[in-house]
């Protein structure tokens, strides 16, 4: 069965950073797109990064400069290394593929104070 677990999260302070760590299990992270969402209170889940089976990543806007997404294949983990955090970054964090395609974990809060 194909599992993802989000861990990592936590509360820090604007201008801050954080690693986020998503391991799978029943699946291989390497040959497929992996991606980060998050979902703020109230608002709809958006994609913030995503990496390809080729290690080619794409980032939206909000975060572009700031995050970087990687992966090891030996771990079987995904990586978010998230910098210069901004209270507007406050969400759960999910991984799964690049097409939600995974029955989604629980996330990982991530809290960034003024």
């Known amino acids: 069965q194909e599992q993802l677990m989000e861990s990592g999260g936590g509360l820090v302070q604007a201008g801050g950073s954080l690693t986020l760590s998503c391991a799978a299990s029943?699946?291989?992270?390497?040959?497929?797109?992996m991606a980060w969402y998050r979902q703020a209170p109230g608002k709809e889940r958006e994609l913030v990064a995503s990496i390809n089976s080729g290690s080619i990543t794409t980032y939206s806007h909000s975060v572009r400069g700031r995050f970087a997404i990687s992966r090891d294949n030996a771990k079987n983990t995904l990586y978010l290394q998230m910098y210069s955090l901004k209270p507007e970054d406050t969400a759960v964090y999910f991984c799964?593929?690049?097409?939600?395609?995974?029955?989604w974990g629980q996330g990982t809060q991530v809290t960034v104070s003024s």
């Open positions: 029943g699946m291989f992270l390497g040959i497929i797109t």
């Open positions: 799964n593929t690049g097409r939600g395609s995974i029955p």
